[in-house]
């Protein structure tokens, strides 16, 4: 699904922000990325949705390139991946149905399938009876959970979250990384970037640990197959 | 969704848009419009006075006045001559006594021009030049072939004034076309910056957009139809204020024909220059917007 291998990130600066990344995430895996503020977690999962370039080494999504993808390539890339944002990313002009919905518009899906699977994800996350509601009229866990209804209406393969319970208490921190669970038992890759140590405890899931730039764990070690 | 949707559904989206500042969308295609009004209405200032000029008998007349003894068979033999030049439309030739007839008729001084012992008057050709050969500079050259003919004693040009005016019309026009391209540039810098600043207020959607992998083309596509809608609305404005500002020229234009004794009557904007007007707007809309976006659109990136 996601293979990085000897992935590096040098900014323009001069900063090393990640350093000689290898880790592999399939389709089964759930795993935590885990590091101080500065560590590089912001700065990997940034790779994987392109919006910044490796200075080094390969990205690997199926059999693309993340280091050399064209820019008119990036969007089919992007629809593929489903992204949760620790303050939502929501156009506070738009009902919560019509945030959802905008995944799908952008990817030409049809108004009916539209509807049927906006209801559908908002009924995932619980969130139905507010469909016309608008952003601004809900709490932050809710409107975390119009930004995982975006981000799995159009059926990711890989599900990206950078800190999604950072604002949160714990109780609905739990239902968010229970919501994430759940996807990743239906067959969808997930990638959490948290500070969150009681989640870590909880959930049992592989971890990735950062430290200055450089993985220092790696309970998704790289198979042999592509170190070779 | 099939692209045509997908399309409609952008097209009713950005008008949406729009509508829902209503203040400042007229302002805007009302800066639109009177920059597009007037080129038209100085076309068709220009293409009116065109028309006058027309029906003061427009076109320049060369009279060849030929020698004296040169015979009505001759007279007839370079009738055949020069109407076979291209560029020249028609010719008439007038002996001698057709002239004097003429010449009694009109004058009243029939029974005293009987007394004179010989017709003073000479046999000529009236030449009229083909349309596409009147202007000042060709009739000239014609002229000067005219006075090559052997039995031509003098070549005159008739209503030289047209002629200046036709060259006058002719300035006016170069200048209106120079105008109505300058006039364009700015309607292009109008709507293109509009169009940067409705990017510029949509900049997080446009992050978030291509963050969930919205193509250029779909962030492109609102601002599309933006630009071509106020350019649109921008020449169906501008039509109405030319048929007001002919409305209220019509009476100073008839009153100058009266003095002219024509029964010229203006012509406003036809369905054909209205179609053009609505053309050249909603394409300088476009092309303003597709500017506008490719220069902007591109620097927001989500980060």
């Known amino acids: 699904m996601i293979q990085f291998i000897n992935v590096s990130k040098r900014y323009p600066g001069g900063q090393d922000a990640l350093r000689g990344i290898d880790f592999e995430l399939t389709e089964s895996d759930m795993a935590l990325l885990i590091g101080h503020s500065g560590a590089g977690k912001s700065t990997l999962l940034k790779l994987i949705s392109v919006i910044e370039r490796p200075t080094h080494g390969q990205i690997l999504i199926g059999d693309r390139n993340l280091r050399s993808v064209k820019r008119r390539d990036i969007a089919p890339i992007r629809r593929q991946i489903g992204i949760i944002f620790q303050d939502h990313k929501l156009l506070n002009d738009r009902t919560v149905f019509d945030n959802v919905a905008l995944s799908l518009i952008v990817a030409g899906v049809s108004y009916k399938e539209s509807n049927k699977r906006v209801r559908a994800a908002l009924d995932k996350v619980g969130l139905l009876k507010k469909e016309n509601m608008m952003p601004v009229q809900l709490s932050g866990g809710e409107q975390q959970r119009v930004g995982i209804a975006r981000a799995v209406v159009n059926r990711p393969a890989i599900l990206l979250a950078d800190e999604p319970t950072g604002n949160l208490d714990e109780a609905l921190s739990d239902e968010i990384m229970d919501l994430f669970v759940e996807f990743n038992r239906i067959g969808t890759a997930v990638l959490i970037a948290t500070h969150d140590l009681r989640q870590i405890d909880r959930l049992n899931k592989p971890v990735l640990i950062l430290d200055h730039g450089k993985l220092t764990r790696n309970d998704l070690t790289l198979r042999e197959t592509l170190v070779s | ?248 020229m019509k009476g100073p234009i008839g009153r100058l024909a009266d003095l002219y004794g024509s029964d010229f009557g203006a012509l406003g904007l036809s369905i054909q220059g209205l179609g053009w007007l609505i053309l050249t707007g909603s394409g300088l809309g476009l092309l303003a917007s597709v500017l506008s976006v490719s220069q902007h659109l591109r620097d927001i990136e989500p980060r």
């Open chain 2, 1 to 248: 969704m099939s692209w045509f949707s997908q399309n409609k559904v952008e097209c009713i989206a950005s008008l949406t848009r729009l509508l829902q500042t209503p203040f400042s969308t007229f302002m805007s295609v009302s800066v639109v419009a009177i920059t597009l009004s007037l080129p038209t209405i100085m076309q068709l200032v220009v293409n009116n006075a065109e028309r006058l000029g027309q029906s003061w008998e427009g076109r320049p007349q060369l009279s060849v006045f030929l020698a004296p003894g040169t015979s009505v068979a001759r007279g007839l033999e370079l009738t055949l001559e020069l109407q076979a030049k291209p560029e020249i439309a028609q010719v008439e030739f007038v002996s001698a006594d057709q002239a004097m007839e003429e010449f009694k008729m009109l004058s009243g001084l029939g029974s005293a021009i009987e007394l004179l012992p010989e017709n003073p008057l000479p046999a000529s050709l009236l030449v009229l030049p083909d349309s596409a050969f009147d202007s000042a500079d060709a009739t000239a050259q014609l002229q000067e072939q005219l006075r090559q003919i052997a039995e031509a004693e003098d070549v005159q040009l008739d209503l030289e004034w047209i002629l200046r005016f036709n060259s006058m019309l002719d300035i006016i026009d170069s200048a209106a076309k120079v105008i109505s391209i300058l006039l364009a540039l700015a309607v292009v810098l109008t709507i293109s910056n509009m169009i940067r600043l409705a990017i510029i207020n949509r900049k997080e959607e446009i992050e978030i957009i291509k963050l969930i992998g919205g193509s250029d083309g779909f962030v492109r596509r609102p601002f599309l139809y933006q630009g071509f809608q106020i350019g649109l609305a921008g020449a169906l404005l501008a039509s109405l204020i030319t048929y007001a500002v002919l409305l209220w």
